[in-house]
C-alpha cells in the first residue's frame, strides 16, 4: 500500500502527520517565517529557512550516492547542524544512526559496524578516532570542521562542499511510511554491547505526541540539554516539529547558564534530568527567581524539593518515565504530590509488574515493568542485527524494561532501580535510587551514586560517592547521623568516598560500572573502622 490514508486503522499515525520530511515541507509551506530553532545568542532559523538548507544538504548527500533505505552515520555535537544532516538523511528515506560523541576504540568499532553504513557525517576532531579502528563499511567520510582530516582510503569531503541544488533530488523509490525505520540509538552498552535500538517513524510521533506531553502544545519553545544521539535530545525536535512549535539550544547543561539561555531563547519548556533540578535548587535564593519565561519542567526523576521548585521559580512541574524502547508508558499530572512516583499509566499503553516467570506481582512489591500497546509501531522495532536480544526483549508479547518498579493501589508507579543495580545485603533487597534519593536530601550533597562494593562474607556492602555542593564539606559521620532516621538499618552505608565530580556519560547518567571497578579507593572511609555500628531497631512488645 502506498496511497496516503490507503489503510484504516486510525491508531497509526497518516504519513503526513508523522514522517519527518512530510511535516516539515508542511510547517515551512504553513508558516515560513515562524521560528523553529532559537539558540542561546538570541537569534533564530524559521521552518521556511531551516527546510531550505535541509533540501540543499540531502541533495548533496543524494550526489554521494545516499539512498531510500540506507543507513548513515552521524557524528557531530549538538547544534543546528547535527539537525540539519539528520533531517536531510531522513528527507532522502535512508536511517539517521547517530554515535556518541564520546565512543572510541572497541566501542566505537561496534557501533560503525553494526550500524553498516557506508557514509558517515563526522566532526573534523573525531576524525584521527578512527585511524585506528576497523571501519566496516565505511567509504565517504563528510567531514564538519576548521580542517578536514584525511583518513587513508577512505573519501573524505566538506561538509560544506556538499550543499547541492534541490531540484537534483531524485524521486523517493516509494513514499516513506509512518512504520519505515527513521534512527538506530544505541543504548549505552551498560550489561553489554551497545544495542541499536530500531524506531519507526511512527514509535517516535507517539513517544513525543500528546499522551505522552499532554502540557505542550505549538505555542512552547523546548529547551534541549540531552544530546541528538540519546532519545532525550531526539524527542523533543521531532515531538515540536509535530506540533508546530520551537525548540532551543541549550548546549552543555550549566547552573550558571541555565537561566540567561531561558531568557535569550524565551523557552517555555524542558526537561531536567538526574541532578539538574537539584543544582539549580541550591543556589542561593534570589528576588528574580521569577523573571523568565519557562512556565513548566519535567523532573526525572521527581526530587522531594519539586513543589519546594515549583513554587519558587513559577513553574509547573511534571514526571514521566521513558527509555529508547518505548514511548512514554507513565506520566504525571502537574505538580505531583506522591512522593517519588514517575507518573501513572497513559492512554494507550498496557503496563505489568511481574517476576522472573513473567507471571504479575501484587500490587506495592517489587518486580519488573513490561509494557505493550494499544498502537501498532508505537514501541520499538527490536534490536538492529540482534534477534537474539530482540527476542529476549520482547518474550511473551510483552517489551520487558529490565527496570524493577512497583506500583500502589492508586495506580501510580515507582522506579525502583535497574534490576542489576539492586544490591543484596543480609538478606535484604536494598534500591540503590532509593539511597540515593534520602542522601541527596542532605544540603550538603550536590550529587552521588550508590554500589555494591562485597565484603568478606561474599555479599554485598552499600558504598556512597558524594560530591560536594558548592562551597560545602561532606562529613561522612554527619551524613549517617543525617540518613539513620530515614533509612532502614540495612540500607545505611558502609562506605563513604567524596569526590569533586562522579564520572559521567554525555547523557549526564553517572557511570556506575567506572565506580564499581574503582571500588573501595584509599581515600574510602569505612564506618566500621570509625567505630560507628548500625543496629537493627528491635520492636517492643504491645
Known amino acids: 500500500m502506498t496511497a496516503q490514508g490507503a489503510y484504516t486503522d486510525t491508531r497509526v499515525p497518516k504519513r503526513d502527520d508523522c514522517v519527518l520530511r512530510y511535516v516539515l515541507e508542511t510547517r515551512a509551506a504553513a508558516h515560513p517565517d515562524r521560528a523553529y530553532i532559537k539558540l542561546p545568542d538570541g537569534s533564530s532559523i524559521t521552518y521556511g529557512a531551516f527546510c531550505l538548507s535541509v533540501e540543499r544538504t540531502a541533495a548533496g548527500l543524494a550526489a554521494l550516492g545516499v539512498r531510500q533505505g540506507d543507513f548513515v552515520n552521524v557524528w557531530l555535537p549538538n547544534g543546528v547542524d547535527m539537525v540539519r544532516v539528520w533531517f536531510a538523511i531522513n528527507w532522502l528515506g535512508a536511517t539517521y544512526v547517530p554515535i556518541n560523541t564520546a565512543y572510541k ?45 584525511s583518513i587513508p582510503g577512505m573519501n573524505c569531503v566538506t561538509l560544506e562542499s556538499v550543499d547541492g541544488d534541490p531540484s537534483s533530488i531524485p524521486p523517493l523509490d516509494q513514499p516513506i511510511e509512518p512504520w519505515d525505520v527513521q534512527s538506530i540509538i544505541y543504548t549505552s552498552g551498560t550489561t553489554g554491547r551497545s544495542k541499536g535500538v530500531l524506531s519507526s517513524y511512527a514509535h517516535l510521533w507517539h513517544m513525543g505526541g500528546a499522551q505522552a506531553f499532554p502540557m505542550l502544545d505549538a505555542s512552547d519553545c523546548y529547551l534541549i540539554y540531552l544530546p541528538f544521539f540519546h532519545v532525550g535530545g531526539t524527542l523533543p525536535v521531532i515531538g515540536m516539529l509535530n506540533r508546530g512549535g520551537a525548540i532551543a539550544m541549550g548546549g552543555d547543561f550549566t547552573t550558571e547558564a541555565f537561566w540567561p539561555t531561558v531568557l535569550a531563547t524565551g523557552a517555555t519548556y524542558t526537561i531536567l534530568l538526574g541532578v539538574m533540578s537539584t543544582f539549580l535548587s541550591k543556589c542561593p535564593p534570589e528576588a528574580r527567581d521569577r523573571d523568565h519565561s519557562l512556565k513548566k519542567v519535567t523532573m526525572i526523576p521527581l526530587p522531594d524539593d519539586s513543589r519546594e521548585f515549583s513554587e519558587r521559580f513559577g513553574c509547573k512541574v511534571y514526571t514521566l518515565f521513558n527509555m529508547t524502547e518505548v514511548s512514554v508508558p507513565t506520566v504525571s499530572g502537574a505538580n505531583p504530590t506522591v512522593v517519588g512516583t514517575c507518573g501513572k499509566r497513559r492512554p494507550g499503553v498496557d503496563l505489568r509488574i511481574v517476576d522472573g516467570n513473567d507471571c504479575e506481582v501484587a500490587a506495592g512489591s517489587v518486580g519488573e515493568l513490561i509494557v505493550r500497546t494499544d498502537a501498532p509501531w508505537a514501541l520499538n522495532s527490536g534490536y538492529h542485527k540482534n534477534p537474539e536480544a530482540t527476542a529476549q526483549a520482547w518474550r511473551n508479547g510483552w517489551f520487558h524494561t529490565g527496570d524493577a518498579f512497583r506500583k500502589d493501589e492508586d495506580g501510580n508507579f515507582f522506579f525502583v532501580d535497574r534490576m542489576k543495580d539492586a544490591i543484596r545485603r543480609r538478606g535484604e533487597n536494598i534500591s540503590s535510587f532509593e539511597v540515593e534519593a534520602e542522601i541527596l536530601a542532605h544540603p550538603h550533597v550536590r550529587e552521588c551514586a550508590v554500589v555494591a562494593v562485597p565484603n568478606e562474607m561474599a555479599e554485598d556492602d552499600v558504598l556512597a560517592i558524594v560530591a560536594p555542593a558548592p562551597g560545602s564539606k561532606i562529613d561522612p559521620t554527619e551524613l549517617l547521623e543525617f540518613l539513620s532516621p530515614r533509612l532502614a538499618h540495612f540500607m545505611m552505608p558502609r562506605y563513604v568516598r567524596v569526590m569533586n565530580d562522579l564520572p559521567r556519560t554525555p547523557t549526564q547518567k553517572v557511570e556506575k560500572y567506572i565506580l564499581r571497578q574503582q571500588g573501595l579507593t584509599a581515600d574510602t572511609w569505612d564506618r566500621e573502622k570509625a567505630g560507628i555500628k548500625i543496629r537493627r531497631e528491635r520492636l517492643g512488645k504491645s
Open 105 to 149: 576504540g572497541n566501542v566505537l568499532a561496534h557501533v560503525i559496524a553494526n550500524g553498516g553504513a557506508e557514509v558517515m557525517i563526522i566532526a573534523s576532531g573525531l576524525v584521527e578516532r578512527l585511524a585506528d579502528v576497523d571501519r566496516a563499511d565505511l567509504r565517504t567520510l563528510v567531514v564538519f570542521g576548521d580542517k578536514a582530516i
